[in-house]
């Protein structure tokens, strides 16, 4: 014992005096701080190809919407309802980000569901492709793409509110440089999406006056098979779901946040599925957050004219897919030009000041369409195809600035191991709005009388769904969006002071890791 101690002495002075630690010492100090470094890289790198894929399927929007007005046959309120429907994975979205975090599938919470639901989407495009499906044949198939979609988006999105809330770096960060943190993973995210739109945009315009729609179809559906075999590389531990007699239950005193303070102990595992629910409602029954939420839903579900738009660019204004294409990849410039203003700019400026300004924006910029649609542009001398493409880009960039703050507020929202659950929640909120949004637009369309070569009506619609859309901004004072920020924070300092020694796992889970982590003004699905 003696010889053992004068050695390490003799070790500590070799060092000391300007000696070099050996091979297994500088392997020791270095394998373990790359590992996690490799690992936090591959989780970026399945991030930005689960955004890309969902962006690079535009590839098959203009086709789609051809789909529904040549091959179906549909009207424009028909239009409306079949995207209702197809866009009704969107509107559970929780629903995937709770059996995300809380159901494994073969022994995994993140990348089991990417494979299957990859391979899914290559299944469903391929057989729009090779055969000739009926309407009702159609639009199921395009709701188990968008099931897909919507899924794995709830997954990438979970992965990054994780690594946003990642305890080992976040630990010591100011408000400000936790905000500048999600900022960046949100432009991220969106950025990475818009790109992949914007490749697609003009080429599927392009495409579609070369090739059949069928064959689109066929090349779209690659995408989701690329994503299932990219999300095998997703540095994810196999887990096991533990008792819930394991759980640790103590008392609160703060009735605030009691709710809120009940991590679980547990050895690489996920809470059962009954727990995760409790939490998930127990958090969404303060005022601090069902009024952020539901303001969000009312903001979002104002009328919007976009398939009356559609067919009044196609049928009134007789503009080709290829100026179509040419108009969607003006929309993905303007969407990534949005997310940069912002983070660039923005990112530290007050949420409500940047909403409220960006919503009167969008009021104005939106009101032009009625120029349009009533033809004075004409009498104004401006050229049709030149007034929609700047028009387009003006707008487009003031609706991404004017999301991309809600976007990021929700990424701080989201309490720690119910991250998927939560921001798939919030963006549901967003999407459900939208949906209604569409469907609203769609009675109005009916009401008004326009069909696909009437559109003497189509100036009210729009008049409606900008008027409509700034009446929901007297009400923005009465949510208060950083105290929901306040109580995500402080769930997390309860998790950690209640629970020490406790290991709280992230998304990777490695030896030695013990601390917690985390065409008109509607947007896509988000």
Not at 94 to 101: A, H, K, M, T
Not at 197 to 221: A, M, N
């Amino acid at each position: 014992m003696i010889e053992e101690k004068s050695a390490a002495v003799g070790e500590e002075k070799r060092l000391s005096k300007g000696g070099f630690p050996s091979r297994k010492q500088l392997k020791d100090c270095l394998s373990k701080p790359l590992a996690s470094i490799n690992e936090r890289y591959r989780i970026y790198f399945v991030i930005i190809f689960i955004a890309f894929t969902q962006g690079i399927l535009g590839l098959a929007d203009l086709s789609v919407s051809y789909l529904y007005k040549d091959d179906f046959k549909m009207t424009p309120a028909q239009v409306s309802a079949a995207t209702g429907i197809t866009s009704l994975p969107w509107i559970v979205k929780p629903l995937w980000g709770f059996i995300s975090d809380g159901i494994p599938f073969l022994g995994y919470r993140r990348k089991s569901y990417l494979v299957f639901f990859g391979a899914t989407g290559f299944i469903c495009w391929t057989l729009l492709s090779r055969y000739n499906v009926t309407s009702h044949q159609g639009v199921f198939l395009l709701l188990c793409v968008q099931l897909g979609v919507a899924f794995s988006n709830a997954i990438g999105e979970a992965l990054l509110v994780e690594i946003s809330k990642d305890g080992d770096n976040n630990a010591h960060k100011s408000d400000e440089e936790k905000q500048g943190e999600a900022s960046k993973n949100v432009s991220l995210f969106f950025s990475v999406r818009s790109f992949g739109y914007l490749l697609t945009t003009y080429t599927g315009g392009v495409l579609l006056e070369i090739f059949p729609k069928r064959e689109i179809f066929t090349i779209t559906s690659l995408f989701p098979l690329a994503l299932a075999a990219i999300a095998w590389t997703l540095p994810e531990k196999a887990i096991s779901r533990v008792p819930s007699a394991e759980y640790a239950k103590v008392p609160h005193e703060d009735t605030e946040t009691a709710p809120l303070a009940d991590a679980q102990p547990r050895d690489s595992g996920v809470a059962s599925p009954r727990k995760n629910i409790k939490r998930v409602l127990a958090f969404i029954r303060l005022p601090q957050l069902w009024k952020p939420i539901l303001f969000i839903f009312v903001f979002q579900m104002t009328p919007s004219p976009s398939s009356a738009m559609f067919f009044f660019y196609t049928n009134g204004l007789k503009f080709a897919p290829e100026f179509m294409g040419q108009l969607k990849f003006i929309q993905s410039i303007a969407n990534i030009s949005g997310i940069w203003f912002y983070h660039r700019f923005l990112k530290f400026i007050a949420f409500k000041k940047i909403f409220s300004w960006s919503a009167v924006g969008c009021f104005f910029s939106g009101m032009t369409q009625i120029l349009l649609v009533t033809r004075y542009n004409v009498d104004l001398g401006i050229p049709d195809k030149a007034f929609c493409l700047t028009d387009s880009l003006i707008l487009q960039t003031i609706t991404e600035i004017n999301t991309i703050p809600i976007l990021v507020m929700a990424c701080r929202f989201c309490p720690k191991n119910i991250e998927g659950t939560m921001y798939a929640l919030l963006m549901a909120a967003l999407n459900f709005g939208t949906m209604i949004s569409v469907q609203l637009g769609g009675l109005l369309i009916a009401y008004l009388g326009i069909t696909e070569s009437n559109f003497s009506s189509l100036w009210i619609l729009i008049l409606i769904a900008n008027v409509t859309s700034v009446m929901t901004l007297p009400f923005l004072g009465c949510v208060n969006f950083e105290a929901a920020q306040e109580l995500a924070e402080k769930r997390k300092l309860i998790e950690e002071n209640d629970h020490p020694g406790v290991e709280t796992p992230r998304f990777v889970n490695t030896e030695e890791n013990t601390q917690p982590d985390e065409g008109t003004r509607k947007q896509p699905n988000r």
